[in-house]
């Protein structure tokens, strides 16, 4: 029987290409996903997620670069990595509706990731960068004209993903970041919940980074937490 194969992209923030690599070698055997965020890939570039997709044994790679610019600067930045092929690629979905499309015209064969409220924001710092809130009703209105302007996939926290999840059409992967085992500690995150939580609430993909890259074996941690949500 194989070993479970959870439906977690793991952060691989790391301050080298070396560490990222030993942690994508470690977890590999027992997540669906790799992310690759923004650090790593302005200090590694193109290396960064050809190195750590083929330490992770060829697992789907979630480029997180969180593009936001407007529409031709997006669709050219889009077309730079078009040769990665990544699985994912996120942009920011208040860079609006022609951004989103842009960068999913300039990459049809990935899934374009809206995100729509960042996790580390709460209710005050919605209000004091004028994004109308509360959390949950922006979450769920950048979430639909994204994935009308062509987006595939949705990042929200796990606070959001039901009302998001009952708002946009099926087969839109819904990715939430926030995600921390019981007793975790939530770090610059506001809006957590547990990852049973989060896929019992309709997420298809799970962000977890520090609860398993700062374990002291990563590779158990990753095995735990797939076993922990196994059918």
Same mark, same amino acid.
């Given at each position: 029987m194989s070993a479970p =194969?959870?439906? @977690?992209? @793991?952060?691989?923030?790391? %301050?080298?290409?070396?560490?990222?690599? *030993?942690?994508?070698?470690a977890v590999g055997p027992h997540v669906s996903t @790799?992310?690759? +965020?923004?650090? !790593?890939?302005?200090?590694? /570039?193109?290396?960064?997620?050809?190195?750590?997709?083929?330490?992770? /044994?060829?697992?789907?790679?979630?480029?997180?670069?969180?593009?936001?610019?407007? %529409?031709?600067? =997006?669709?050219?930045?889009?077309?730079?990595?078009?040769?990665l092929e990544p699985a994912y690629l996120t942009v920011h979905a208040s +860079? +609006?509706?022609?951004? @989103?499309?842009?960068?999913?015209?300039?990459? %049809?064969?990935?899934?374009v990731v809206a995100v729509t409220v960042l996790t580390s924001? /709460?209710?005050?710092? !919605?209000? *004091?960068?004028? !994004?109308?809130?509360p959390a949950l009703d922006a979450a769920v *209105?950048?979430?639909?004209?994204?994935v009308r302007a062509g987006a595939r996939a949705i990042v929200c926290s796990p606070r959001e993903v039901a009302?998001?999840?009952?708002? =946009?059409?099926?087969?839109?992967?819904?990715?939430?970041? +926030?995600? *921390?085992?019981?007793?975790?500690?939530? /770090?610059?995150?506001q809006r957590v919940a547990t990852p049973e939580q989060a896929l019992a609430d309709g997420a298809d993909l799970l962000v977890v980074g520090r609860p398993l890259t700062g374990a002291d074996d990563p590779g158990a941690a990753a095995a735990a937490l797939a076993a922990s949500l196994a059918p």
């Open positions: =194969v959870a439906p @977690v992209a @793991v952060a691989l923030d790391a %301050p080298d290409l070396a560490t990222a690599v *030993r942690w994508a070698r @790799v992310k690759v +965020g923004l650090e !790593l890939f302005l200090r590694h /570039g193109h290396e960064a997620v050809t190195a750590c997709r083929e330490a992770s /044994g060829g697992r789907a790679v979630f480029l997180d670069l969180k593009l936001h610019d407007i %529409p031709n600067t =997006v669709a050219g930045a889009a077309r730079a990595v078009a040769e +860079g +609006g509706p022609a951004m @989103v499309a842009a960068a999913a015209g300039a990459l %049809p064969r990935t899934r924001l /709460g209710e005050d710092d !919605l209000a *004091r960068v004028g !994004l109308a809130g *209105r950048l979430a639909v004209l994204s009302a998001v999840r009952a708002a =946009v059409p099926a087969g839109t992967t819904l990715i939430t970041p +926030g995600v *921390r085992p019981a007793g975790a500690a939530a /770090g610059d995150q």
